[in-house]
């Protein structure tokens, strides 16, 4: 090697540890500043980055936790106890939660929105079929079959109804109705006032088809407006929690509230729920019997104990049946559906008709069928719906043959009743008219609420 090229050699290794000399003193200097910058405050803590919630009287939601006002700073202008990745931390498309928090955190006080007291609502509700089998007290669906309810300042306490089941509910206060009205206004902090409540029922009443969850649910939604309080959402579903409370599970009350499949469980701590994905196509084929069924009836013939291979079986099953909708495998469906928890026991002791029906539903074509809440309802899956049944020939569809094997079973052992064949439904309980409007001139929502 010459002279001149080791003297090139010599002088890159001098320049790059000269280099490497400026990035460590540079370095140091961070670290120290940043010690020097913790050091100025003094409320140094680990940071929870839960949003917590404190409700004042006058109906505001402050977000009392520090982390949530930092959100809004830029990270140059970090304050006490924040750390800096907090505020630097990148977000994906699937942090739903995640953003909607940073969204609410960039105030510190948030006044609850169009907190006007309302006279006069209407709530639409959907029907609900919990259970699908092996989902005991977690898993429902919502039903294209929906009741609305009108509840209005009044002097005088008044529950009249009409449509299914408008003699046999209560008419006090023990009416489901009422009680989620009166949990509405505690959550707001104000008393209950007196209120008339009108019923137009279209879900059969206690049939297995969430009447009581549809009516908690709609009491609710009704007395929230009333009272003009609105809840929290993301990362809370204080709504939920309150329906659920009432309902003891969230099988029926969750779908009513969010429309779907949903699968709700207790975490401990509170109630949480999420969408399964409902196959396209899917349409619900019900046989509703005349009479009445208990949901205390229905759980009065339960084993107080089960097995540990009855465990595993319903496990097994409900894995299957979640899997089966998100994947739109719809032959699993039958095999996702069956149970050893509560369907065989109902069967044998109130139902004689049902594991029958089931038989005949998927030698017809359904892709399962199963008991529908506590009963009497046997609910039916059918595929091959595509837009409107009726501009549809009926050849495509399941539907037709399904509801025939079912009438010709109850025929057979001698129950009366009717078939329903209608659709899973995505939207959950709405508002569908108020007095005040909460449209504006500038903001119109839809139907002009």
């Known amino acids: 090697m010459s002279q001149n090229e080791n003297g090139k050699l010599i002088a890159t290794a001098i320049g790059a540890a000269a280099a490497g000399a400026g990035l460590a003193v540079l370095a140091m200097k961070m670290i120290d500043s940043n010690k020097r910058d913790n050091d100025d ?76 007291p309302r006279n006069s609502v209407t709530v639409r509700v959907p029907a609900t079929s919990a259970n699908v089998g092996p989902g ?26 009409e449509g299914e089941g408008a003699d046999q509910m209560p008419k006090d206060e023990s009416n489901y109705l009422v009680v989620g009205c009166k949990a509405a206004f505690e959550a707001a902090g104000k008393p209950l006032p007196i209120l008339k409540y009108h019923v137009v029922s279209r ?13 908690i649910v709609a009491g609710i939604v009704a007395g929230l407006v009333l009272a003009g309080h609105r809840l929290p959402c993301w990362g809370s579903e204080a709504l939920l929690q309150i329906a659920a409370g009432i309902e003891g599970h969230p099988d029926n009350v969750a779908p009513v509230i969010y429309g779907g499949i949903q699968l709700g469980i207790h975490n401990g701590t509170r109630w949480v729920t999420e969408r399964v994905q409902s196959p396209p196509g899917l349409q619900m084929v019900m046989f509703i019997p005349d009479f009445i069924g208990k949901t205390s009836d229905a759980r009065g013939v339960l084993k107080p104990t089960v097995t540990r291979a009855e465990a595993a079986f319903n ?56 008991l529908s809440g506590a009963g009497p309802t046997v609910m039916a899956l059918t595929s091959g719906a595509s837009g409107d049944i009726f501009a549809q020939r009926e050849k495509e569809r399941t539907d037709i043959l399904v509801a025939k094997a079912m009438i010709q079973c109850a025929k057979d052992h001698g129950i009366d009743g009717k078939l329903l064949v209608t659709n899973v439904v995505a939207e959950g309980a709405r508002v569908v008219k108020v007095d005040p409007p909460f449209s504006t001139g500038e903001i119109t929502y839809r139907d002009n609420i």
């Not at 879900?203 to 009516?215: E, F, H, N, Q, T």
């Not at 979640?322 to 002791?349: C, I, M, S, Y």
């Open 203 to 215: 879900i059969p009443y206690a049939r297995g088809l969430g009447s009581s969850s549809a009516a």
């Open 315 to 370: 496990i097994g099953r409900a894995a299957f049946l979640v899997h089966a909708f998100n994947t739109n495998n719809l032959d699993n469906l039958r095999w996702g559906v069956q149970d050893k928890l509560h369907q065989p026991q109902r069967g044998e002791k109130l139902y004689k008709y049902l594991y029958p029906m089931i038989e005949a539903a998927e030698n017809a074509g359904a892709c399962c069928a199963y």
């Open 136 to 161: 005991y007290d977690c898993i429902g669906i919502a039903v294209d079959l929906w009741s609305e309810v009108t509840v209005s300042r009044a002097d005088e306490f008044e529950i009249t109804a």
């Open 41 to 116: 405050y003094p409320n140094k803590r680990a940071i929870d980055l839960r949003p917590h919630y404190n409700i004042r009287n006058d109906n505001s939601m402050l977000i009392s936790d520090p982390s949530e006002r930092s959100l809004s700073i830029s990270p140059g202008n970090i304050p006490p106890g924040l750390n800096r990745n907090d505020s630097e931390q990148m977000l994906f498309p699937h942090n739903h939660e995640e953003k909607m928090r940073r969204r609410i955190a960039t105030r510190y006080t948030i006044e609850e929105e169009n907190n006007l």
